[in-house]
């Protein structure tokens, strides 16, 4: 495969006039990088998942951790050629406010085709109408902005990506959302009216100073999207401490009705309601790739938005992470992986430095390339999937109107997800099962 794309590389021209939506030499070097590194990675951390059945003990034994240098040299070259000479770099790379930087990281999936300094190959859709339209604003937008189409709503990041964006005061690290005065993070075992919660006028507030790509990103409780407040509400508190969650009622205090979602009908919030599955269950709907300015068109394939499925960051990253996990050092290559790293997050509007480390580029993939299916194959090719899905849940942020208070203040809650069961991931899983197996004689992978 690497072979292949080098003649491709070799024999497609660098640009095409009618732009990158056609393979291009910098499009097989940037599928070659990709490629060498999952392959190093594999290699890598074979053993972290070994395999057996009647394929292993026929001589399947996987890839040789000897093999992992050789495909890291392999990306680094690849990322290399396309990073000195294939004329990309980040758009809007110096933003001057963290808001600034959110706009220009939006703008890169609202509308790729104004970014072609970053978009190295895009899938383009057309036209309206199926097989060149597509349904990601039907199914993702919230539920208050769909427009009479009945199934929005169903993007919902967790609490655990959104906990993985770093803080711009405190640099290097992932930032979980604190919502107790102990500052506490690991109890998610629900509202306790003994506790001291934190209280916020404005749900938004507790996310400041949060990464700009988390609010690109996650549609936050209490921020507008497309001119709407988004209303996301888990219920209330009253004041003797009882609390109505995730449950659709009202109450009345001080002459005042509140409504336990934040609003009395369904069309008018977008969280925790259990009305048709509408809702996000984890307290964050979907903003990155939606269209940010027309009305969601209620029908099948009517999303042209371009998708980008090579671009500019993935190769700094795929660059960094190589150079790291063969401890490569010709031509500068430390030095030059920590100021690739570096320079994605000024872009994302942080000012101080970080230093080259796997924990740090693991988690600057994770939030630059978050839901660009980048993720899961991650997680696949490093072998870390069985490990983070053994039996595991997933989190939620809860907002509530506490009116223990006067006026009545914002408290959050993290807690399990509701009606989510836990997941597990099988080793077997980093293949899929071969069909057919009775008539094509064929040895089934491992463990099926």
């Not at 939606?290 to 671009?311: C, G, H, K, Y």
């Not at 907002?399 to 959050?412: A, H, K, N, W």
């Amino acid at each position: 495969m690497l072979n292949q794309c080098d003649i491709a590389s070799e024999m497609l021209p660098s640009s095409w006039a009618e732009g990158q939506r056609r393979g291009t030499k910098w499009a097989a070097l940037a599928l070659k990088s990709r490629a060498a590194l999952h392959a190093a990675s594999v290699a890598k951390y074979w053993n972290d998942a070994p395999l057996s059945g009647e394929a292993v003990n026929q001589g399947l034994v996987g890839m040789d951790a000897s093999e992992a240098d050789r495909y890291y040299e392999e990306c680094i070259e690849a990322s290399a050629e396309l990073i000195n000479n294939g004329g990309f770099g980040l758009y809007g790379p110096n933003p001057s406010t963290p808001e600034e930087a959110a706009a220009n990281y939006q703008e890169i999936f609202v509308n790729p085709n104004s970014v072609p300094e970053e978009a190295i190959f895009i899938k383009g859709f057309a036209i309206p109408g199926t097989n060149t339209g597509h349904n990601y604003d039907i199914w993702y937008v919230p539920n208050q902005l769909a427009n009479g189409w009945p199934h929005p709503g169903r993007m919902n990041p967790t609490l655990e990506l959104v906990d993985s964006y770093e803080s711009y005061s405190q640099p290097g690290q992932s930032f979980p959302i604190v919502t107790t005065q102990d500052g506490s993070i690991n109890d998610y075992s629900g509202f306790d009216p003994g506790k001291d919660y934190l209280r916020f006028d404005d749900p938004s507030e507790i996310f400041k100073g949060k990464d700009a790509r988390l609010w690109a990103t996650a549609v936050l409780p209490g921020t507008s999207f497309k001119g709407t407040e988004i209303i996301i509400q888990a219920g209330l508190v009253k004041p003797n401490g009882e609390a109505i969650i995730e449950t659709k009622d009202s109450y009345s205090h001080n002459g005042v009705t509140y409504h336990t979602f934040g609003a009395p009908d369904w069309p008018q919030y977008s969280g925790f309601d259990t009305y048709g599955e509408n809702m996000t269950r984890t307290g964050f709907s979907f903003k990155k790739f939606l269209n940010s300015d027309e009305p969601v068109v209620p029908s099948w394939n009517q999303s042209t938005t371009d998708w980008i499925e090579f671009r500019y960051p993935e190769i700094l990253l795929n660059y960094a992470e190589a150079v790291l996990e063969s401890n490569y050092s010709q031509d500068n290559a430390m030095s030059k992986a920590e100021s690739y790293l570096n320079s994605i997050r000024k872009r994302a509007g942080h000012t101080t430095d970080i230093s080259l480390t796997l924990e740090n580029v693991l988690r600057e993939r994770k939030v630059e390339l978050a839901f660009e299916n980048k993720r899961y194959w991650d997680l696949v090719r490093r072998r870390e999937y069985h490990k983070i899905f053994d039996n595991s849940t997933k989190h939620a942020l809860l907002p509530l109107l506490d009116l223990r208070v006067d006026p009545p203040q914002y408290i959050f809650v993290r807690k399990e997800v509701s009606r989510h069961p836990n997941r597990t991931f099988l080793p077997k899983r980093y293949y899929k099962p071969i069909p057919g197996i009775g008539t094509n004689e064929l040895v089934q992978n491992p463990q099926f």
